[in-house]
């Protein structure tokens, strides 16, 4: 810290008060967890916030933050914590909107058990990194006892007319290969059904924008699970742009799995 006089320089040193300020926050998840039947410990950890969760999740079954926090731009969608977590966790980062409430309404303890027919989604591509984001969400389809939905998006053949002018679109070609994507997305999960056999599992293939399909999902499911990369993704990225847009506007939690370690 730098000072512009002596009166600028604060009552106390200033370790001190962020160590205080961190035990203020700790004070308010205890009363909130109050009613939590598990174990839970609270603790503080300097350095930097992603940084340390970032090292933290190579022992973490499951990392949670939010999507905004204290810091940063008031226009930023997406706060730099949770922007850059889930490209460098060792282990699936779920983000959770601030508008977003938990399943079933606001409940009076907090801890209780909430049950809904909202389904858990896997945003998937059929590539060979989906293989884990479909484990993770019949996990905890299974869990919530809630029905999983696997979601695959195709773009519009007519969207490539503005580069192919002479390309004869018909709706017969959009049809035929929706549904051929739908029969492929069903038997590349034949193995999750034999995993999961008590599982209410459906498949659907929409038409439009992955974003945007993805986007409106998270707006009424439990959990949208994505990975960190898939097809489409530039091999020096990180994150993946479709889990990255994805994350920015969605309207309820995002699970990413870390699917660059599958691959390998």
């Known amino acids: 810290m730098m000072y512009t006089g002596e009166p600028a320089v604060l ?15 700790l004070d308010i998840a205890r009363e909130l967890l109050r009613d939590y039947p598990g174990e839970v ?60 409430r938990p399943a079933g309404g606001q409940d009076p303890e907090a801890s209780a058990p909430v049950r ?26 299974q869990r919530l006892e809630a029905p999983l939905q696997v979601l695959t998006a195709m773009p519009l053949l007519r969207e490539w007319r503005y580069w192919y002018p002479d390309l004869e679109v018909y709706d017969t070609t959009t049809e035929l290969r929706r549904s051929n994507l739908t029969g492929t997305l069903e038997k590349s999960i034949d193995w999750l059904r034999q995993r999961h056999p008590s599982l209410d599992i459906t498949v659907e293939v929409e038409l439009g924008d992955p974003g945007d399909v993805l986007e409106a999902m998270t707006r009424t499911a439990q959990l949208t699970v994505l990975g960190t990369r898939g097809r489409g993704a530039v091999r020096s990225a990180l994150l993946g742009s479709i889990s990255r847009e994805v994350l920015n506007r969605a309207q309820g939690p995002v699970m990413v799995v870390p699917t660059e370690q599958a691959e390998r």
Do not use: I, W
């Open 116 to 141: 809904t027919t909202a389904p858990v989604v896997a945003g998937v591509d059929l590539s060979e990194s989906s293989r884990p984001v479909l484990l993770l969400a019949a996990q905890h389809a």
């Open 41 to 100: 410990t609270f603790s503080t950890a300097e350095g930097s916030p992603a940084g340390v969760l970032a090292a933290l999740s190579a022992r973490a079954q499951t990392l949670a933050v939010g999507a905004r926090g204290r810091g940063g731009f008031l226009g930023q969608l997406l706060g730099s914590v949770a922007a850059a977590l889930p490209a460098h966790a060792q282990c699936p980062t779920v983000v959770v909107p601030e508008e977003s």
């Open 11 to 25: 009552v106390s040193p200033e370790a001190r008060a962020e160590r205080d300020r961190a035990n203020q926050l």
